[in-house]
């Protein structure tokens, strides 16, 4: 075995492109005594008998198995953890493209606060979440400051297990692992083309054809090309190829291939539709809806902007009632310069999985992947407007202030601009291999679960800056050396933009690294079906990270300390993480499960290290779970509830008593006691009611806390951009009219609360992005080979902010609607 191992990583380091398809944990496999999942390997006989190879099981129409939380076929209602699985009749139906319209069908799944309109920046649970294609890495989460978006084209389920996951997918987000299971080659021969048209001059064709190529050997090719030119002209350009290959070895084993290529091109809107930022706390508490121009009153030692009376009154004329609390709306507009470019992102993943019975009961996934992701972009990340605001004890002190030239007011005039161009260069490796062993002892039935991880990824990361005239720059000797030349935009409303490129404005080199972070970890599982309805599963982990940072030198007029190239730096930490859980059946219809973990991830994807004492140890989690789930109707509704409690933990702040300056020993730079923290409690059902009533639903309630840093005013304030409260639904009747098929009618609604947005360091400390509701709808036919569906989004034409931003909101699509037809063979 070890020599099959060892050659089929050679070959894969050779460069051979023969990647594995899928995460296979239970190939032609029996499952345990206990679970709903039945596959009977005894009578295995054919190919397309060999091909069930999945993770999760499915009874009629509604799943219930998952192997996401214990890597093994097991029935939902016996796991002792919160899962959550969206399949591919709810994806379609819907007309869903990305990760960013799924986060409707999951609770707890939410968009991320300080969401820079790069990639999937999602959160569980107010955590960072960790992203995986069949289990193996798929692209950084919020810890990046580049990030891919996420298609759905080659993925017919998703999975989100919540928490920590002790291990099984390697260095992970605190949140839980969103897992895209992606399409299996088939022995049966079927093709589908399938075209979109829509609004905004929308259009995409995708191909999707598998079969047999010999008895024992299957494929599937997925392509697809999309246009748009967007909402807000917001345009996206996408190309994607997904191949797979699958060999059936014999009636034991198998071997799975796949590569996939993606080139994007998808827009950046860092900013959406600013606060305009008018602190209230400074003037008396009034907000802008009852102060006048006296309450605007210039600093009394004219260390802050001196305005007259006339621009006084000009000053509060400008205000409304939301000013310094919610953003300030400008209809389709925004704050996009032509100097911004899109996310252009090229990525290129291959896979090899084995998997090999070794005797009936000793089952062996093995799993190597390399992924590559480049991404280059320019985005805007300040128009800040100031109002009024006594910072530090001065009023309007320059830069943070309305803006006057020649004695003119400019109002709404953004000051502090900033643009930053990024190129970006990930190559990861990764390495899984889950050793299973079956076993009963007397009427217990056990799964124990031995498994290693390896990964290494090395990050390339170079940004330049270039700033308007507020941002200046001395040398040593106090002569300036830099200033911006961007000019001022003076009204946000109807902004004016720099003609020429971005290279016409001196821009800086401002952050030039090679970053690199290595993890190895060994775990053990127990899965225990002790009977009288009970389920256990204890798993401990151990792990290690290491991280090392090679600093390249940036402009020295940003900073002449960082000027000059830096030796390498490394730093190491490692521990021991843990799953416990039990599941309760008092009934074959409820069960009751607790859950507690721990978890370990890098503090940080793309920080520095320093090689010394002042380097951050790993960031932890903590995960408390108590759920209830039910199914009904012959297994084709299941719905679950859950009340939880997670924590990002030991989470580095700055000591207040630390001077780097002095010697100072026996006072250590950092606390280690920070965290950030969520509870609440979570719905979801999935329910296919009958052949005309097909529900789903979620809700949930939570509270996200940033309690890291004591010192800090916001200590204790809620987690910008998630929510109190989510609720989805979607409801489809298919309606008997006497023709060849039935008409199938959907309405679906998303409510989602408001969203924090507060920044005391900017002098909006109660902002926030207002709730809304949404209503959708699609009517489909589908009838022997064809499909038609239309697809109607925001039917009452609702204006909303889809995401919190950093200082305001993005605004959500107005109403549109878009066109499906399908062909198969």
Known sequence: ??????????????????????????????????????????????????????????????????????????????????????????????????????????????????????????????????????????????????????????????????????????????????????????????????????????????????????????????????????????????????????????????????????????????????????????????????????????????????????????????????????????GPNGLISPMAKDNQGEELRFKLTHNIYLTDNLFLNQQLQYRNYETAFARQTGAYNYVYWQRNGVINQNPRAPLVENDVLYPYAARRQEYRKVSADEKSWQYFADLRYDFDIGNISNELLVNVNVEDRDIRFKQYSIYDADYTLKDPNGNQSYQGSLPFIYDIRNPNWGEGEFEDYDPLLTSNYNKSVTAWGLGVQHVGYLGGGFTSRIGVAFNEIKQSYEHLGVDARYSSSLADPQPEADTTDNGVTYNLGLTFMPTDDISIFVNHSKGRTAYSVLGDVKGNEADREDSQSISNDLGIRAKAFDDQLLASLVLFKTSRTNLAYSNPNYDSSAVTPDIDPYFYDGSEDTKGVELDLNAYLSDQWKVNLNAVYQDARDNQNPNSSDYGQRQKGVPYVTAGAWVTYAAELGLSAPLSLSLGAKYVDERSTHSSSFGIPNGYVPSYTVIDSAISYDVERYKVQLNINNIFNETYYDKAMFLGGLPGEERNAKLTLTYRI
């Open 1 to 330: 075995m070890m020599l099959l191992r060892l050659s089929l990583l050679a070959t894969a380091c050779q460069g051979v492109l023969f990647p594995v398809y899928a995460l296979a944990q239970t190939p032609i496999s029996q499952p345990k005594a206990g679970t709903q999942a039945s596959t009977d390997k005894a009578n295995t006989s054919s190919p397309t008998d060999y091909e069930r190879i999945t993770v999760y099981g499915r009874q009629n129409h509604v799943v219930m198995n998952s192997g996401l939380a214990t890597k093994s076929n097991m029935s939902l209602m016996e796991t002792p953890a919160a899962v959550v699985i969206v399949d591919e009749a709810l994806i379609d139906s819907q007309g869903i493209t990305n990760m960013q319209e799924l986060v409707r069908n999951i609770s707890g799944v939410t968009q991320a606060g300080n969401n820079y309109g790069i990639g999937d920046n999602l959160v569980v649970r107010g955590l960072g979440a960790n992203y995986t294609y069949d289990g193996m890495y798929g692209g950084a989460g919020l810890g990046n400051t580049f990030n891919p978006t996420r298609s759905l084209t080659n993925v017919s389920t998703v999975e989100v297990l919540k928490g920590p996951a002790t291990g099984l997918y390697g260095m992970g987000s605190a949140g839980g692992v969103i897992n895209l299971i992606e399409k299996k080659p088939a022995f049966d021969s079927k093709q589908l083309f399938e075209a979109e048209v829509g609004q905004w001059d929308t259009y995409s064709l995708m191909a999707d054809s598998t079969g047999a190529i010999t008895d024992d050997m299957a494929y599937r090719v997925v392509a697809k090309s999309a246009r748009s030119d967007g909402y807000r002209d917001l345009g996206t350009d996408r190309d994607e190829v997904y191949g797979s290959l699958n060999f059936v070895l014999d009636g034991n084993q198998n071997l799975m291939l796949s590569a996939a290529y993606i080139n994007d091109a998808i827009p950046v809107d860092s900013i959406g539709h600013p606060i305009r930022i008018y602190n209230a706390a400074s003037v008396d508490g009034k907000t802008a809806a009852d102060v006048s121009w006296q309450d605007l009153v210039n600093d009394p030692t004219s260390k802050g902007l001196q305005l007259s009376d006339e621009q006084r009154q000009q000053l509060a004329d400008s205000l409304s009632a939301s000013d310094g609390q919610t953003p300030y709306e400008f």
